[in-house]
């Protein structure tokens, strides 16, 4: 009997060690394109961030200079670049979460075609390419009597003589948020919006016998309780879209810098350092700089929506 039990034991281990091995062989395709597309960069980008590297000659250890001078030598980041980034990110990110998040609960209200045929249209802008959604904007926004919102503005009396939007560095920001927050409904309103559609029923009979009375309460108390993973996730999508959309200012004016740096985010600063002055070394740095930021973001997030 203790032989036939030591048995099963080891035939149990067995069967759990390959289940294992089945496991991490169904991981190892996806852990090998993350540490190559992912982690490596990361590494190589920190490595070069010590180092002043034009890509011509082979790079050479300056230490901590590069951040040092980020911060104390680098007046176009600390004037322009920081501030614009701030105010950016803090309109486009949570600005676009919310209305992500209003919007997917608003169309959950609907019945399932209109439902799914605004989902569409309120996803689309989200996957039309820079190139294209500048073109759209750049013809609303054009600096001549034919552009959308000069001719109207004209039209009303408003003003008198056409204004150029794209290159104003009063107006060039401001048009970035609205483009930003217009293509906002990425995959983070989808997560939002599954999240609200898949909501057990029954918690909202309950909370109306407990004293939920209309739609605002349920989304409060029941809702945002129930989909803290959606919330989580959609967040980070945020905060990631918010600091990552340099390519809008640049598309729109059509140079890097963009004029008088009104349009200048951290992105578009490692572009410039990076692929026009070719300072590796200083552009991996401000790179590690934005990758701490959107971190420290992101942590903040995570214990907001976590489940404990």
Avoid: C
């Avoid at 149990?12 to 169904?26: D, T």
């Avoid at 810098?257 to 200083?282: C, K, S, W």
């Amino acid at each position: 009997m203790a032989d036939k039990s030591m048995k099963r034991k080891k035939n149990s281990i067995a069967r759990h060690e390959n289940g294992n091995k089945s496991a991490y062989g169904f991981l190892a395709p996806y852990l090998i394109l993350f540490s190559i597309f992912i982690i490596i960069p990361i590494i190589i980008a920190i490595g070069l961030s010590f180092t002043s590297f034009n890509t011509i000659q082979a790079p050479t250890f300056k230490g901590f200079l590069n951040y040092v001078n980020l911060i104390t030598q680098d007046e176009i980041f600390m004037q322009y670049v920081l501030p614009n980034t701030i105010k950016y990110a803090l309109i486009v990110g949570p600005g676009g979460y919310i209305l992500a998040f209003l919007i997917a609960w608003a169309l959950s209200q609907l019945t399932s075609v209109p439902r799914t045929i605004l989902a569409i249209i309120f996803y689309s802008p989200s996957m039309t390419g820079a190139v294209a959604m500048a073109v759209v904007w750049k013809i609303i926004f054009s600096g001549d009597q034919m552009g959308l919102i000069n001719n109207w503005l004209m039209n009303l009396g408003v003003i008198d003589e056409p204004i150029i939007w794209l290159t104003s560095a009063q107006f060039l920001l401001p048009i970035m948020i609205i483009v930003a927050l217009w293509s906002s409904m990425g995959v983070g309103f989808l997560a939002m919006l599954a999240g609200i559609l898949n909501a057990d029923e029954e918690l909202y009979e309950a909370a109306a016998i407990d004293g939920v009375k209309n739609r605002f309460q349920e989304m409060i108390y029941i809702t945002v309780p129930t989909m803290k993973p959606q919330m989580l996730f959609g967040a980070v999508m945020a905060i990631v879209n918010a600091f990552q959309n340099g390519v809008i200012g640049v598309q729109l004016s059509g140079a890097n810098p963009t004029p008088g740096y009104a349009g200048q985010l951290i992105v578009n600063h490692i572009e410039d350092y990076g692929f026009i002055r070719y300072e590796m070394g200083y552009a991996a740095a401000v790179s590690v700089v934005l990758l701490l930021i959107v971190m420290v973001f992101s942590k903040v997030f995570g214990k907001l929506f976590s489940e404990d």
